[in-house]
């Protein structure tokens, strides 16, 4: 399998309703940074009062 981005084998593949997608490692953590900055995740942690202690 190929990475959705590039023509880099995955490293990770993501299923959901029966579609795979791959991501080659770089890929991956841009993806992740990405994700991890995004206001819909900072919403869920708000919601579940995620302390950071």
Known sequence: ???H???DGAAYAAE???VRVGLCER???ERIEEL???E???AIRER???DRT
Request: with cysteine.
């Open 1 to 3: 399998m190929e990475c």
């Open 5 to 7: 981005y590039c023509d």
């Open 16 to 18: 959901h309703d029966g």
């Open 27 to 29: 890929h991956f953590r």
């Open 36 to 38: 991890a900055e995004s």
């Open 40 to 42: 819909e995740l900072e």
């Open 48 to 50: 579940i009062d995620v």
